[in-house]
């Protein structure tokens, strides 16, 4: 956290200064460990082993927080009869079919009213907790150190420090970033933290909590309106395509539950209609639902990017993402761009994914040659974030507004300026079509139906700016006027940037907030997770800059309606009074009638905490006032999951996809269901080949950003880390006679990359219990991933060392445990890497002149991080 | 005591003496105070050590320099059991109480502020040197091209490309200003402005002093008992502005093996401790030159 978020981290350090304890879990020792009370080397691959381990002594010795687990999680639901987890069938879980597993064996019990059936003495043998004491028995402290070389009293250490940091009077916070999620089973590891955290009694509390710390200034926004295919904003499923979901009706009934939060996806829905098609959305054509793009397969990044490989797209938008550098398996990522017809990159920079053509490391290798090309490159110069206004939203989902500090030079644009640009004439184009043919093409309908309003501001030379403001405003949400029956003909009281661009009326006064958000078209919301941050007083909350108490308010906006801390009903027992003194944050006050506290109650504000559920409500009314998880359908936080994963309703440890080692816990190497894309350019090394004896794991450097497009351009950046690297350490550089400094090349089935070797002891080997009655050592080495081949600070594409593969929920790549070999040396330049690698590596040029491509078992859908945190 | 960011003060006015307390226990390494500096003082790159990769660690701004006024040390090092320690310190000029700099310096081109920081007026300045060597910190140098390849910036704040083109201020000595023109502003300086975790604390020097007291008092009771205060008192140059709370070297060691493992001399001398002596041997050799003469004479 340190290292790749160092500004968040003044809060870690003060914290640390008032006596918290900090503990960093990393497989090297990085600028975090050396500020943490306690660093805890690991396998890389060996995170849920550890967790496991953790939650093992947990439940164990009976350290959970008992009351809030009885009423507040479904430990004390009962699991179904003919449930078998991992201990019973060699690592997967029952309804496996060879290729996914059916779900059905996964459901808990209910009554005939559809009600949970708990134990509130959570001694049924098949109720969660008891499943959980069985499911993670395996876990031991010897198991733990086998799988994750963490040794016995460090793991009881980091144990002790968790269960007394936890309970009603303290709470503890685990921080997560991509060196948990990229794995083949990325999801399943932040489950496993979550079950940890929700036994202690963390989650809706102040000061605990899991918290994602997310790559870029607004990952967490790009998720939120999102930038991934099968989600719409507010977390919307995109529809599907097929029989189920051609009207609405049909996509209420697979998405809309009764009960909870999402019984009120309809409302949601027709709201984010009516923003994006106007007075087109009307109840006759179904609000224009049928124009919404379907999904129809996989279209994450790595699947299309394939697809692109083979010929299969025409063109790109590449707007801000340098995947030459930032994405997996380079090489093979490079070259399917050079399959494209034409290619349009944004960027701030002559980046290398706009240069792939002329000085790549394809080109340098004879693999594409300049002249044969056929990508027709467009790079247009992009605005930075001090060169125009808009919000980021950080990873507490606060949205914060930050004013453009200086006017873009020459033809730099903001990212808003082009999309509105390309949607005008895309949209004079369809028009120009549809009068000339007097009918409009079903591709078309989409476009023309668009209400495309937004009103423009000048920017010093600038014209043709969209209003940023406005943008926001329309995100808010906004009650709909009927503009032909002439009722607009003025603005009315709490209308916000009410003026489209030829000055009529486009819209009446803003909604404060989404509960008065309707499903029959009266209103209009672009994202309504956050609806009220702009309501009808005009206040742009985004903006807010005077912070009061100690959550914040004030300063900015967190959705939901400023909520800090989500699900904070659990900051309270059952019977609505705080856990402890120190730890209220919402409260039941039963002179007011109602939810109050240092927090926006995350909580049906008048339900008192003693309502009994309502078998007959719908929504959050079917809860009970002390269920506090109101997205979930039982108000409760999910010990247990059997719905929403695909790849088993408890975390368990797999192996990564490419691992030094057997699974110690099972006969199951790996997630069954995550995908490796086995083609001849994306190789994986068997378990056990002993040509890649060391595990690789990649991460960032404080100096610099991702790809390097914002850094290595920079000299005050690039001199701090002038040259890629590799952290070894000082037992492996001994045995293969390196010395600090030296050319090395790490290389593997993908490429081959040198670094210069950074000789440290910050790189340990790890002991991971016996083999052949020695001690098992496995050596791992690091490597940021920050060079490219163009700009003034060059270096190897680390990226190109990683396999494309995919986690079976959110498709995400495991980029943070592979194999490798590290050679002494610098690699050979120009033509030669190929054949030295192929020579190396026989099965490479089996691979390339003919071995059978077996495209296999891609993942199911991709959501939330698939594609966010490429780079 | 905290850094007062976004407020106005006015010590420049009041001529109050002012400096840094640096703090390795809350340093985090990420080098913003290297970037805020060179970024507020526009100080060219100086193209980063690229030989001296691993060797330093994460360091490859090597030392203080002409183009390098905040620099972080970093020091591997171990834990009595065995475990790695990273030791992070931003360093910078101390800004002597008494300079040998300054003192050196034959055109008056070094001068004291009203807020006590030593200041070199480029304008001045003749390139001489004498300030170089006359630095017991070896802070202050002579802008020369860097010795590493240049790293481009598109900002063009620095050479594109080769060592053969000329830096601006090439020649004339350089170190940190204390960021003058931002106390003239009421402006901390822009390194502790940047510091995350508020290790660069920057303040009067008397309040500074009865804080890092405490502060090595409060480290000692947490455990951390090898930390000492770096303000130099010891030596000659009568204290400095720009004090460090140290760690790293033995328990209860005045600061010695601590000022080693940093690179810090522990009894820092400057050059004008030998002008008594060098002028009294000067005399007397004119003496006994002179009685010797005589004495050829006479006898």
């Not at chain 1, 496996?96 to 059936?117: F, I, K, P």
């Not at chain 1, 923003?275 to 994450?300: C, I, M, Q, W």
């Not at chain 1, 079917?622 to 010990?639: I, K, N, R, V």
Request: aromatic content about 8%.
């Amino acid at each position: 956290m340190a290292e790749a978020h160092p500004v968040g981290f003044r809060w870690v350090m003060k914290a640390k200064e008032r006596g918290t304890k900090v503990i960093h879990v990393d497989p090297r020792f990085s600028r975090t460990s050396a500020q943490a009370d306690l660093w805890m080397p690991i396998r890389a691959g060996g995170d849920l082993a550890f967790l496991g381990g953790l939650i093992s002594i947990v439940l164990k010795e009976k350290a959970y927080f008992a009351e809030y687990v009885e009423a507040y999680t479904n430990a004390g639901a009962l699991v179904h009869e003919d449930y078998q987890g991992p201990d019973d069938l060699g690592g997967l879980f029952s309804g496996w079919n060879a290729e996914s597993y059916d779900t059905s064996t996964w459901q808990l019990e209910r009554d005939a009213d559809g009600v949970l059936v708990r134990d509130p003495t959570m001694e049924h043998a098949r109720c969660v907790l008891q499943v959980l004491k069985r499911h993670f028995a395996r876990y031991t402290p010897s198991m733990v150190e086998e799988i994750a070389g963490v040794p016995e009293q460090r793991l009881r250490a980091v144990a002790d420090h968790l269960i007394a940091a936890s309970g009603p009077v303290k709470t503890a916070a685990i921080c997560y970033a991509v060196g948990w999620t990229q794995h083949s089973k990325g999801v399943q590891i932040i489950r496993a933290a979550a079950i940890l955290q929700l036994l202690l009694g963390n989650v809706g509390r102040p000061g605990g909590g899991l918290m994602a710390l997310r790559g870029h200034a607004s990952i967490q926004g790009s998720t939120d309106i999102p930038t991934l295919y099968d989600i719409l904003p507010g977390y919307l499923k995109m529809p599907r395509g097929g029989v189920g979901e051609t009207t609405l009706d049909g996509w209420c009934a697979t998405h809309q539950p009764r009960t909870g939060w999402w019984a009120n996806s309809r409302r949601y829905m027709v709201s984010l209609l009516k923003a994006y098609y106007g007075e087109k959305a009307t109840h006759a054509n179904d609000y224009g639902f049928g124009l919404l793009p379907r999904v129809t397969k996989d279209h994450s990044h790595f699947h299309y990017w394939l697809e692109m490989a083979d010929g299969g797209i025409e063109g790109l938008f590449l707007m801000g993402q340098n995947p030459s550098v930032g994405a997996q398996n380079g090489r093979l990522e490079r070259k399917a761009l050079a399959q494209l017809d034409w290619l349009v990159v944004r960027d701030l920079v002559e980046i290398e994914s706009a240069t792939f053509w002329k000085d790549g490391p394809e080109i340098e290798r004879g693999e594409l040659v300049t002249e044969d090309v056929k990508t027709e490159v467009y790079l247009l110069p992009a605005a930075a974030h001090v060169e125009k206004a808009g919000t980021f939203t950080q990873t507490q989902r606060m949205l914060q507004w930050r004013e453009q500090a200086v006017e873009p030079r020459a033809d730099q644009r903001s990212e808003a300026w082009f999309v509105h640009q390309l949607a005008l004439r895309l949209q004079a184009m369809a028009r120009a079509e549809s009068d000339s043919s007097n009918a409009t093409a079903d591709r078309d309908a989409a476009l023309l139906s668009l209400d495309w309003w937004y009103p423009e501001v000048e920017h010093g030379a600038i014209k043709g700016e969209p209003q940023t403001e406005a943008v926001l405003a329309e995100i808010n949400g906004w009650r709909t006027v009927d503009r032909q029956a002439g009722r607009a003909a003025e603005t009315q009281p709490g209308a916000v940037c009410a003026l489209d661009r030829e000055n009529h009326v486009h819209h009446g006064p803003q909604v404060a907030g989404f509960s008065e958000l309707n499903d029959d078209g009266s209103t209009a919301c672009g994202c309504w997770i956050y609806s009220g941050v702009y309501g009808p007083d005009g206040v742009n909350r985004a903006y807010r800059r005077e912070p009061v108490g100690r959550y914040g308010h004030g300063w900015g906006y967190a959705w939901p309606m400023d909520r800090r801390i989500l699900y904070n009903r659990a900051s309270a027992r059952p019977d609505g009074k705080p856990w402890s003194k120190g730890k209220a944050l919402v409260w039941w006050d039963d002179s007011l009638g109602q939810w109050t506290g240092h927090d926006v109650p995350d909580f049906p504000v008048d339900k008192r905490p003693d309502t009994a559920a309502d078998l007959n409500g719908e929504g959050v009314a079917a809860h009970p006032g002390d269920a506090p998880f109101l997205m979930q359908d039982d108000g409760l936080g999910q010990l247990f999951v059997p719905e929403g994963l695909v790849d088993g309703p408890l975390p368990t440890h797999y192996e990564p996809l490419e691992s030094p080692l057997a699974n110690a816990l099972y006969a199951q190497q790996s997630d069954p269901a995550a995908g490796r894309f086995d083609r001849p350019d994306n190789l994986f090394a068997d378990l056990g080949d002993r040509r890649f004896p060391y595990v690789l794991t990649t991460y960032r450097l404080t100096e610099h950003h991702t790809a390097g497009g914002m850094s290595r351009t920079l000299s005050r950046l690039s001199e701090l880390q002038p040259e890629l690297f590799v952290e070894i350490s000082f037992e492996l550089a001994g045995e293969l006679q390196i010395e600090d400094g030296d050319w090395v090349t790490v290389v593997n089935l993908r490429s081959a990359v040198e670094a210069r070797a950074l000789v440290t002891r910050r790189m340990m080997p790890l002991r991971m219990g016996s083999q052949d009655g020695k001690p098992r050592v496995v050596h791992q080495v690091a490597m940021p991933f920050h060079w490219g081949s163009s700009g003034p600070n060059r270096g190897d594409v680390v990226n190109d060392l990683i396999p494309l593969s995919s986690e079976p929920n959110v498709s995400i790549h495991e980029s943070k445990a592979l194999l490798c070999d590290v050679v002494p040396g610098r690699r050979p330049g120009d033509r030669e890497l190929l054949q030295w690698l192929e020579q190396r590596y026989p099965e490479l040029e089996i691979a390339r002149t003919g071995g059978v491509a077996n495209v296999g078992h891609g993942a199911r859908s991709a959501s939330d991080d698939a594609s966010e945190e490429l780079v | 005591m905290k850094n007062e960011r976004g407020q106005r003060h006015n010590y420049v006015e009041r001529g109050v003496t002012v400096g840094f307390l640096t703090d390795p226990t809350l340093c985090i390494g990420c080098k913003a105070c290297e970037v805020a500096c060179k970024e507020w003082n526009d100080v060219p790159s100086d193209g980063g050590a690229r030989a001296a990769i691993g060797s330093r660690s994460y360091d490859h701004s090597g030392d203080l320099g002409a183009s390098t006024w905040r620099h972080v040390k970093f020091v591997e090092t171990e834990t009595e059991e065995g475990l790695p320690r990273w030791l992070f310190l931003s360093d910078v000029c101390k800004h002597c109480e008494r300079a040998g700099c300054l003192e050196a310096c034959p055109t008056g081109a070094i001068w004291r502020t009203e807020v006590g920081s030593v200041l070199v007026d480029d304008d001045r300045c003749n390139g001489c040197g004498y300030c170089v060597v006359s630095c017991p910190f070896g802070v202050i140098d002579r802008r020369g091209r860097p010795t590493a390849e240049i790293i481009g910036s598109i900002a063009g704040t620095a050479p594109s490309s080769g060592s053969s083109e000329a830096v601006a201020g090439e020649g004339g000595a350089f170190k940190c200003t204390l960021c003058y023109d931002r106390q003239v502003e009421g402006k901390i300086p822009a390194c502790a402005n940047a510091c995350p975790t508020d290790s660069i604390m920057f303040g009067p020097l008397v309040d500074l002093k009865e804080y890092a007291q405490v502060r090595v008092e409060t480290l000692h009771q947490r455990g951390v008992t090898d930390a000492v205060l770096y303000d130099g008192q010891e030596g000659n140059v009568n204290g400095i502005h720009a004090m460090s709370v140290l760690v790293g070297g033995s328990v209860g060691d005045a600061a010695g093996d601590a000022a080693d493992l940093w690179g810090q001399p522990s009894n820092p001398t400057a050059p004008y401790a030998y002008l008594a002596a060098s002028w009294s041997s000067a005399l007397l050799t004119v003496v006994l030159s002179a009685v010797a003469c005589w004495l050829a004479f006479v006898l």
